[in-house]
C-alpha cells in the first residue's frame, strides 16, 4: 500500500493505492461526505494470479477542515476502513506496518457448541469482536443485543501468554445449543484487528480496522 498527498491553495487530496481482492467496492457514508469532502475509488490493474488487483481510492477534502472522509474497502467477508491524518507534512508514505500484519481461524465444533481461534502475528494492535444476536418476540419485533453467557463468549490473551511473542491470540466461544434451545439467533460475528499511528508526524493512516466475518 502506498499513500501521497497533494495540495493546492484550497484543497488537500489523498491517493491511497493498495492491493486487494477482486471485486473490492468503497462503502461511503454520505452524510460524512456532503459536509467534508469526497472520497472514490477504481480499479488500476489486476495482478498476475488473477485474483487480486491494485485499486485506487481517492479522497479529498478543504485545506480548512481537519476531518477527511474514512476510506471504507468491502470484498467479501472481509472489510478494511482508514482514516487519514491532515498533520502529516511528508509528501508520500510506503511502508505501513499494519501491511505485515498475518492472521490465522482455526475453528472447532463439538457437542453443540463452536469455538473460534484466532491468532494475529507481525502485528501489534487491539482486538476486539463484534456481532449480535436476537429474538423474534410475540408481537412480531425482533429484539437484538450484543454477546452475553450463556451464548457467547469472547475472550483474548496477552502477548506474555503467548509462547511466541509475535502472537496474539483471540477465542469467542459460541453455545449453539443454548441458541438453538432459547430459539435465538447469531445474526453476525465479525473479528476486527485496530491499529493507531506509530508517529503523528510521519504515518498518513490516523487508524485503521481491519474486520473479517466469521462463518
Known amino acids: 500500500m502506498s499513500v501521497e498527498k497533494i495540495t493546492d491553495s484550497k ?9 486487494a481482492p477482486i471485486p473490492t467496492r ?4 454520505q452524510n460524512f461526505l456532503a459536509l467534508f469532502g469526497n472520497a472514490q475509488m477504481k480499479q488500476v490493474s489486476v495482478l498476475n494470479d488473477g485474483v487480486s488487483a491494485i485499486y485506487e481510492a481517492k479522497v479529498s477534502t478543504s485545506l480548512e477542515t481537519v476531518l477527511t472522509p474514512p476510506v471504507e474497502l468491502t ?3 472481509e472489510t478494511l476502513m482508514l482514516d487519514f491524518s491532515p498533520y502529516v507534512t511528508r509528501d508520500k508514505q510506503v511502508n505501513f506496518k499494519f501491511n505485515n500484519c498475518q ?8 457437542m453443540g457448541t463452536t469455538t473460534y481461534k484466532i ?29 452475553s453467557p450463556p451464548y457467547v463468549f469472547p475472550f483474548h490473551e496477552y502477548t506474555y501468554m503467548v509462547s511466541n511473542v509475535n502472537g496474539q491470540v483471540s477465542s469467542i466461544f459460541i ?8 430459539d435465538v439467533k447469531l445474526d453476525s460475528l465479525k473479528f476486527l484487528i485496530k491499529r493507531e499511528q506509530d508517529d503523528l508526524n510521519l504515518d498518513f493512516i490516523d487508524r ?6 466469521l462463518p
Open 11 to 19: 484543497n488537500q487530496t489523498y491517493i491511497c493505492r493498495i492491493r
Open 26 to 29: 468503497i462503502r461511503n457514508d
Open 75 to 77: 470484498s467479501g467477508p
Open 103 to 110: 492472521f490465522q481461524v482455526e475453528r472447532k465444533d463439538e
Open 119 to 147: 491468532t494475529v502475528t507481525e502485528c501489534r494492535c487491539r482486538r476486539s469482536f463484534l456481532g449480535s444476536i436476537g429474538k423474534m418476540t410475540a408481537s412480531g419485533f425482533k429484539e437484538t443485543w450484543g454477546f
Open 175 to 182: 453455545n449453539r445449543s443454548a441458541l438453538e434451545e432459547n
Open 208 to 213: 485503521s480496522k481491519y474486520g473479517f466475518s
